[in-house]
């Protein structure tokens, strides 16, 4: 995620904060509380202003005015200092949004990018030489059935057609079972790895197709072992799928958690997982 995610991010919790402080503020007690030490606890004095010295003691049943009055204190201060964070935040995501240093050499004449060295590639030229990069896949048996996604691409599964397709319509450019090294187990072959553009990374997606089988199950909890070995991590740059006999994929779980990785896609709605498949042959 990255710096202007992260604002906007934090821009959003911080004004659901402010509203929910600012309704509760409007329900809260008159008054001021004063607490001293009492033994192991508290005793409590409600005070009609601040400077009052003493106040009137509250009793064990008026407990609940203490909590309000005590609640009040700090949805206040809560509601100030949200409010504060705020304006910064909006002042510095306003500042982003007038542009990256990234981006000034897409604002210079073409005679002069044609001659300068920029700071970091552009989205496009970054985009076009990985999608330029060439690989050996893994090797699909002949004899075995295979599937077609919209894209051309021959499949082992029903449910990788549906992801491929889902990524194709989304315009997420990905790779089919893309060789990656990792220490420990040597070269696998993900289903898909994903482009996240933003952050120029790849994800990488395992769809894990047969739980219900015990052997597979122990090949892919190891396989997901070695990921994290590899500083991977499920929810990061590790996206993981699954189904079994009985519970085919749910797109609409796949769609979120897409969602969750790629925060800036637009996703489209999708019919239960058992039409989509019923259309792949």
């Known amino acids: 995620m990255n710096l202007h995610q992260l604002v906007d991010e934090r821009i959003r919790y911080l004004e659901n904060v402010a509203v929910k402080k600012e309704r509760s503020l409007e329900h809260a007690p008159e008054g001021y509380l004063r607490g001293i030490p009492h033994g192991k606890g508290w005793q409590y004095y409600f005070r009609e202003s601040q400077s009052e010295r003493n106040g009137t003691y509250i009793r064990k049943a008026q407990l609940p005015l203490a909590r309000k009055l005590a609640q009040r204190l700090y949805d206040e201060r809560v509601l100030k200092a949200a409010r504060r964070e705020l304006r910064a935040l909006r002042n510095l995501a306003n500042a982003y949004t007038r542009g990256h240093a990234e ?3 897409g604002t210079l004449p073409a005679s002069y990018q044609n001659i300068v060295t920029p700071i970091e590639k552009s989205k496009e030229d970054y985009l076009k030489e990985w999608k330029a990069i060439t690989f050996s896949g893994k090797a699909i048996d002949p004899e075995a059935t295979t599937f077609q996604s919209a894209a051309g691409e021959k499949m082992r599964s029903k449910s990788e057609v549906l992801i491929a397709d ?9 790779f089919y079972e893309k060789p990656l090294a990792l220490k420990g187990l040597g070269i696998v072959h993900p289903d898909f790895n994903l482009l996240d ?14 739980l219900d089988d015990p052997t597979y199950l ?4 190891s396989k997901i072992s070695t990921y994290i070995r590899n500083g991977i991590f499920p929810g990061d740059r590790l996206l993981l799928t699954y189904e079994t006999r009985e519970q085919p994929i749910n797109m609409n779980i796949v769609q979120c958690l897409l969602k969750s990785y790629l925060p800036r896609v637009q996703l489209p709605a999708h019919g239960n997982a058992e039409s989509q498949l019923e259309g792949i042959s």
């Open 166 to 174: 889902l990524l194709h319509r989304l315009n997420i450019p990905y």
């Open 103 to 105: 981006e000034v050499f």
């Open 218 to 221: 122990g090949r892919a909890l």
């Open 197 to 210: 553009l933003e952050n120029r990374q790849e994800i990488y997606w395992e769809h894990l197709g047969m």
